[in-house]
């Protein structure tokens, strides 16, 4: 007897877990299921409100949770980090549930989608401050604020613009991580060129490629520069 032409069956979408452990992402049990339970709001308030393009657990994962893995293991134990422009709450939602020792901050310059973080943070039990506000007012209420560890950030501006917006308050944080494409050495000229970088260290601390279409993310870091010893020219940043 002749099988069944099963080519007009639905693919069923392979889980989470099933992408996750295709990357080399070893998340926990705990972690994964709360990671979904993410994916879903997310996804349940983009249907209302524009917040990603990642409508596939493949893009999901491959993406927002392979770059928010990457990240994790830059950032050391028991900081304060800011994710600036959360957007719909990548990276900073997700290294909230990988990394219960951080403390996590979101800030977010458009008031609807910085209700949608509240809302998601909230429903996902998550020790997390959301700031409905732009960085540079974050940063600038030193009394309120506290001082941040690490600002981090993916998809939001240029480096000038991020150094435009922390200069100014460089006592309120140590380090800024940010996330770029191949154009990352072009920012770095126009940075410089706007005369942002003085006194500050650029650092190339991390290259990876996506599992998904092998794009390379380079992870740059911006600190304070050490003053160069007496005697000595300082190097050009
Ligand atoms: C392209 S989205 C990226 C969202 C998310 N980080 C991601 O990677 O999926 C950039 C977000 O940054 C926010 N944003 C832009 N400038 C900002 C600022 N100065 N302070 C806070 N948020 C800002 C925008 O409103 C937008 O939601």
Not at 45 to 59: A, D, I, S
Not at 135 to 147: G, L, N, Y
Request: aromatic letters at 8%; proline letters at 5%.
């Amino acid at each position: 007897m002749a099988e069944a032409d099963k080519s007009d069956e639905p693919v069923a979408e392979e889980t989470l877990a099933e992408v996750a452990a295709r990357c080399g992402l070893g998340f926990s049990r705990e972690a994964m299921s709360r990671l979904d339970n993410y994916r879903q709001l997310l996804w349940d308030w983009n249907e209302k409100l524009n917040l990603t393009r990642h409508t596939t657990v493949e893009k999901f994962v491959t993406r927002d949770l392979f770059d928010t893995a990457q990240l994790s293991l830059l950032i050391p134990n028991g900081e304060k980090v800011l994710d600036i422009g959360s957007g719909g709450g990548v990276p900073g939602i997700p290294l909230a549930i990988l990394r219960p020792d951080l403390k996590v901050y979101l800030c977010e310059s458009v008031n609807k989608k910085a209700n949608v973080l509240f809302d998601m943070v909230e429903k996902l039990g998550l020790d997390v401050t959301v700031y409905a506000a732009r960085v540079e007012a974050v940063v600038e209420r030193s009394s309120q604020a506290p001082k941040f560890d690490t600002l981090i950030a993916r998809g939001v501006g240029p480096l000038w613009k991020f150094m435009f917006w922390l200069r100014p308050h460089h006592e309120q944080w140590k380090r800024l991580v940010l996330l770029k494409g191949p154009s990352w050495p072009d920012e770095r000229g126009e940075a410089r060129h706007r005369g942002l970088m003085k006194g500050f260290d650029l650092r190339r601390i991390a290259e990876y490629e996506n599992p998904h279409n092998g794009a390379v993310t380079t992870v740059l870091t911006v600190t304070r520069a050490e003053k160069p010893a007496s005697g000595k020219p300082g190097k050009r940043r």
